[in-house]
């Protein structure tokens, strides 16, 4: 029957919103079908008394959905320009297939990767993140892709990999805004070994169950949900292990606004403008900024007796 209804609606109507909403429904009914009969749903840990609601996970949220038009056309990729209209527009020539990734660094498994051989057989998992940029604008976001911290147990770092360091994908002939400077290219960020290995840090390679367009970050990029949207380095290229704080690209374009670990923190205003509130985009009226983005019971304790005003 639900199949049916689905192939009722013409496909020229079915937005990803509808189709991820049809998916998520589709698991709903699949789970409480099973749960009644008493069958055991492969995947699912105790399908009888587990329900799969719209907020799933430990992690997701669910608040509403930024629509997808909105993220897809209102983004930050300065390689592509500085507008936030310019990435969707100017992105479309960047090619991402075939797409390698380089390991390197403390590390058992060194290698240029395939995409496909990297990340084979890692679980698709969905996540609603609330995202939070610097600048003061916010999205909630339906991530597809999987957690880092399974690529990084596959790739095995040494016990002396104290850092992960990511740069990203920098092809002059396809990026024009690079032309207008800015950063340090290529795109680096960095976090420490435990943030890497926080169950909240995710490599995302869709959104509403959608491959991730090139303005978003294909085909895989970096979501870190407690810390500032510049963290989530987009298109990456190289994942090293590195026993030391690694230098980032907004750290060195500007020291004093971005430090490296960017915890979303309402309480440290940027420089130049206030942190603790922010406007999601498509609404009118601001809300609170909440501490690690509102991640906190997920986070804190990897800052336990740091001072993230220092540090931040
Ligand atoms: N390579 C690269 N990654 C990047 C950026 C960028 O300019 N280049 N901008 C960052 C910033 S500031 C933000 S807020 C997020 C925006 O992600 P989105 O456009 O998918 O919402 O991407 C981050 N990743
Ligand atoms: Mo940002």
């Not at 509808?18 to 789970?31: C, I, N, V």
């Not at 527009?89 to 403390?106: A, D, I, Y």
């Not at 850092?163 to 207008?180: C, D, I, R, Y």
Request: with cysteine; hydrophobic share 40%; aromatic share 12%.
């Amino acid at each position: 029957m639900l199949i049916r209804q689905a192939s009722d609606i013409p496909s020229s109507e079915i937005t990803p919103e509808k189709l991820y909403s049809t998916r998520r429904e589709f698991m709903k009914t699949l789970a409480s079908l099973t749960a009644a009969a008493g069958i055991a749903l492969p995947g699912c840990a105790n399908s009888a008394t587990s329900e799969i609601v719209e907020a799933a996970g430990p992690y997701d949220t669910n608040e509403k959905k930024t629509p997808y038009e909105d993220i897809t056309t209102y983004n930050n990729y300065y390689e592509f320009g500085m507008d936030k209209a310019d990435p969707a527009r100017n992105s479309k020539r960047f090619v991402t297939k075939p797409w390698t990734v380089k390991v390197e660094g403390l590390v058992k498994k060194p290698a240029t990767y395939n995409l496909e051989d990297l990340t084979k057989g890692l679980a698709n998992e969905d996540r609603i993140y609330r995202m939070r940029c610097v600048e003061g604008w916010s999205m909630v976001i339906p991530w597809m892709g999987f957690p880092l911290a399974n690529l990084i147990k596959r790739l095995e770092p040494l016990p002396s990999a104290k850092f992960v360091e990511f740069k990203t994908a920098l092809v002059p002939e396809q990026m024009p805004g690079l032309k207008s400077g800015g950063l340090d290219w290529p795109y680096t960020e960095g976090l420490r070994m435990d943030e890497a290995m926080n169950p909240l840090a995710f490599i995302a390679v869709g959104i509403y169950g959608k491959p991730l367009l090139n303005q978003n970050g294909a085909p895989m990029r970096l979501v870190v949900p407690w810390k500032y949207g510049f963290k989530g380095a987009k298109s990456l290229t190289l994942i090293r292990f590195v026993d030391k704080e690694p230098k980032t690209a907004w750290s060195i374009a500007a020291p004093s606004e971005y430090g490296f670990y960017s915890n979303v923190n309402p309480e440290v205003h940027h420089p130049r403008w206030r942190q603790d509130r922010e406007t999601r985009v498509g609404e009118f009226f601001a809300r609170k900024t909440l501490m690690f983005n509102g991640y906190a019971q997920h986070v804190a304790q990897m800052y336990a007796g740091m001072d993230l005003r220092k540090l931040y």
